[in-house]
């Protein structure tokens, strides 16, 4: 099993590097309800290279928000961070352009 903090859409452990598409949090065992969805939306967004320690899956949990191509964002349940997507975690497993 990989390691990391994301969640892919098997529900398996990736880094916040790799290609795999990403497990929605709509999805996630955490089933939002829309007053969670409305606070997660009110929440800041930072750059992901200001979180120190990124893919330590004792500290987060990375779950997909939104999902407009250049609309998604990353959230994790346990910090109440949302912040922006990696290179990889933007292209996912669709085609460089």
Request: aromatic content about 14%; glycine content about 6%.
């Amino acid at each position: 099993m990989s390691t990391g903090a994301c969640f892919n859409m098997r529900g398996n452990l990736c880094t916040v590097n790799s290609f795999d598409d990403r497990m929605k949090y709509k999805d996630s065992p955490y089933k939002p309800d829309n007053a969670e969805m409305l606070f997660i939306s009110e929440q800041p967004v930072i750059n992901h290279e200001k979180v120190e320690d990124i893919d330590n899956p004792d500290k987060y949990e990375w779950y997909e928000i939104g999902g407009e191509k250049y609309g998604r964002t990353m959230y994790c349940p346990k910090s109440n961070i949302r912040r922006t997507l990696t290179f990889a975690e933007f292209y996912q497993s669709s085609t460089v352009d």
